[in-house]
């Protein structure tokens, strides 16, 4: 068997080192992303459980009953997760007034100044 460079213990691409860690604002999206997925499946399993307008029905006389799961599921995901991360960002605190105007227009004497 040989050693290449991935295999030799002593080499720096195996150590895992700070520099590789994730950025705090990705693992902060990936948790409420995470957050928002388990939501979403758990809200469409509780559609399909109790039967809401009869949808566990038409599901099972479904021809095609993976389809209709796996959209459920997929767009359930796909919309609680992006909610919970839009709420996640929009609710980072402030660490001064968020001013969005030019500071070189002299002329623009908004109700900041």
Not at 14 to 20: A, D
Not at 97 to 110: K, L, Y
Request: net charge negative.
């Amino acid at each position: 068997m040989s050693t290449g460079p991935l295999h030799d213990p002593a080499s720096p691409v195996t150590s895992r080192s700070s520099k590789t860690q994730i950025p705090r604002l990705i693992r902060f999206l990936g948790l409420h992303l995470a957050t928002g997925v388990a939501i979403g499946v758990i809200v469409a399993s509780l559609m399909i459980w109790s039967n809401l307008s009869g949808l566990k029905d038409l599901i099972v006389e479904a021809h095609e009953p993976f389809i209709a799961i796996f959209l459920l599921y997929a767009f359930n995901a796909l919309t609680f997760g992006s909610v919970s991360m839009g709420i996640g960002i929009m609710t980072l605190p402030y660490d001064s007034v968020c001013d969005m105007r030019d500071p070189h227009d002299s002329d623009d004497q908004g109700p900041l100044r």
